[in-house]
């Protein structure tokens, strides 16, 4: 039987999680880390991370992860498997039932759950995601090879992606649904300047070709002048389809924020499922979320700049705004927090 009462669990160890852990761990709080569905979060799908501060010659992703945490271990926090599926967060300790069909209590609470990448809703897609299809290049663009692969998607992502696969496949065609991209003028122009990624503008996915044996094989895709093909292919509007033979496809459209679990909670989330958190007097951000001892920080809070060196810098914040909320709480100490019996073996 588990009987966890925790002062602090963190959910999340993407580079966020880990910063708090960090701070946490050397306040004495005994953070417990879980590390969620994607342990080590989005910067372990990321080859060189250049602008991180303190690495003028780039650092890999994961080595930066695993850096961060030797570095909370090595302050006292712990790392455990699992993600959050339910939570009940009005009361003291708050509970935390775990995927691993552990229960948890805690009185404080950091979500550092990241993101996950979004899917276009193609035809085929349910079916050959990990089979030819992708939303991560550097997982899988070593299996493309002298291939002719698509990239769907006009972000800083998407022009990362397919430089990252231009190393692998003979071509490298990003499908973007306008004709001016939102990525930044640096890797914009990196893509535009590599021989071998070229640009379909105004261009959209519909469907995928393949199957599970033999992979990716082609893909139906829609153009229209003025943008936008898939919803008005959907409305009945005349575009031009066209098959193409492809032997990958690599989605980089975005994510979306891990907060399914606090859909029934007190925590406010926004129209896109991002939490919210707190805006103190004079407009400074802090990571209260609207649930007492719970904050939020990185990208499950952050849809504007979303960079590791700030999700960093919240996940620090988090865990100082926590350590003095529990400092300063009336709450429910940990130490006569009652075990709770649960189906899990512990
Ligand atoms: P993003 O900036 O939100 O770009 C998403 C792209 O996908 C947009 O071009 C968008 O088109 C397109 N898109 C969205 N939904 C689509 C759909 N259903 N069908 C087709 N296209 C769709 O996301 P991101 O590229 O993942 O970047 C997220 C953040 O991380 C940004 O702040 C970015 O700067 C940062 N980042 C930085 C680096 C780096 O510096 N090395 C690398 C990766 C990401 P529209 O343009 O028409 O909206």
């Not at 780039?58 to 699992?82: N, S, T």
């Not at 003979?170 to 590599?194: C, K, N, P, Q, W």
């Not at 379909?200 to 995928?208: G, K, M, Q, R, V």
Request: glycine share 12%; proline share 3%.
């Amino acid at each position: 039987m588990s009987t966890d009462a925790r002062d602090l669990v963190i959910a999340g160890s993407g580079v966020s999680g880990l910063s708090a852990a960090v701070y946490a761990a050397r306040a004495d709080l005994d953070p417990l880390v879980l590390e969620g569905d994607e342990p080590g979060g989005q910067l372990t799908l990321t080859t060189d991370v250049e602008n991180y501060l303190g690495f003028p010659e780039g650092v890999g992703g994961m080595d930066l992860i695993q850096r961060g945490k030797d570095q909370a271990e090595q302050f006292g926090a712990e790392f455990r498997h699992g993600s959050i599926e339910a939570a009940e967060l009005d009361g003291q300790p708050m509970e935390l039932s775990l995927s691993t069909g552990e229960t948890l209590r805690t009185r404080a609470l950091v979500v550092a759950t990241g993101a996950s990448a979004r899917w276009v809703g193609a035809d085929g897609e349910d079916e050959l995601m990990g089979y030819g299809l992708s939303t991560c290049a550097t997982c899988d663009g070593a299996f493309h090879r002298g291939d002719d692969v698509l990239v769907v998607g006009g972000g800083d992502s998407a022009m990362e992606e397919a430089l990252f696969l231009a190393k692998f496949a003979d071509t490298v065609t990003v499908l973007h649904r306008r004709d001016e991209l939102r990525a930044s003028e640096i890797m914009a122009d990196r893509a535009r300047e590599h021989d071998d990624v070229e640009f379909a503008w105004n261009t959209e996915l519909l469907e995928i070709h393949g199957s599970q044996d033999d992979g990716v094989t082609g893909a139906r895709i829609a153009s229209h002048p003025d943008g936008y093909p898939k919803e008005r292919h959907e409305d009945g509007t005349d575009v031009a389809v066209e098959e193409v033979d492809v032997g990958g496809v690599f989605y980089a459209i975005g994510h979306e924020p891990n907060t399914a679990f606090l859909r029934d909670t007190p925590v406010e989330l926004d129209d896109s499922g991002y939490v919210q958190t707190a805006r103190a007097e004079d407009a400074w951000a802090t990571t209260e979320t609207a649930v007492d001892g719970v904050f939020a920080a990185g990208d499950v809070m952050d849809p504007d700049y979303q960079q590791a060196v700030t999700a960093a810098g919240m996940g620090s914040m988090a865990a100082l705004d926590a350590e003095e909320w529990l400092e300063s709480s009336a709450s429910v100490p940990a130490e006569s927090a009652e075990a709770i019996p649960t189906e899990a073996g512990d």
